[in-house]
C-alpha cells in the first residue's frame, strides 16, 4: 500500500523543540524528494522544507530557515524535521509530501506531490 504516514507532533511551549518523522511504504522511497508543508487555520499550505532523493540538497522557507533542519534516511525510509525554537506562528498541521520530480518552485507546485501523508498536529503555546 502505497503511503506516507506523519507522527511526532504535539504541544510544546514557546522556544520549545519538536522532531517529525514522515515514514514511507509501497514506493521506491529513495527515487522521490520529499517536502514538509504546514496548514494553519485560514491560510494557505505552506511549503516549510524539502530534501532531495539523496539527501544531498535542503531547501527551507524563510520563517523557519535557521530553526528546523530536515534530513532522511533511506534505509529506514523516513525523513524528518528537527523543529527549534518553536513560536505561536508555527502551529499547524504538518504534512509530508513527495514528489518524483525536480521541482524549482518546490513550496508552491502542489499538483506535482503523487502522495501526501495524512498530517499532524503541531501546537505551540504556554
Known amino acids: 500500500q502505497l503511503q506516507l504516514v506523519e507522527s511526532g507532533g504535539g504541544l510544546v511551549q514557546p522556544g520549545g523543540s519538536l522532531t517529525l518523522s514522515c515514514a514511507g511504504s509501497?514506493?521506491?522511497?529513495?527515487?522521490?524528494?520529499i517536502s514538509w508543508f504546514r496548514q494553519a487555520p485560514g491560510k494557505e499550505r505552506e511549503g516549510v522544507s524539502r530534501?532531495?532523493?539523496?539527501?544531498?540538497?535542503?531547501d527551507y522557507a524563510d520563517s523557519v530557515k535557521g530553526r528546523f533542519t530536515v534530513s532522511r534516511d533511506n534505509a529506514k525510509k523516513t525523513v524528518s524535521l528537527q523543529m527549534d525554537g518553536l513560536n505561536p506562528e508555527d502551529s499547524a498541521v504538518y504534512y509530508c509530501?513527495?514528489?518524483?520530480?525536480?521541482?524549482?518552485?518546490?513550496?508552491?507546485?502542489?499538483?506535482?506531490?503523487?502522495?501526501w501523508g495524512q498530517g499532524t498536529q503541531v501546537t505551540v503555546s504556554s
Open positions: 509501497g514506493f521506491t522511497f529513495d527515487n522521490f524528494a
Open positions: 509530501a513527495a514528489t518524483p520530480f525536480t521541482l524549482s518552485s518546490w513550496h508552491l507546485a502542489t499538483d506535482e506531490y503523487v502522495y
Open positions: 530534501i532531495g532523493p539523496s539527501g544531498g540538497d535542503t
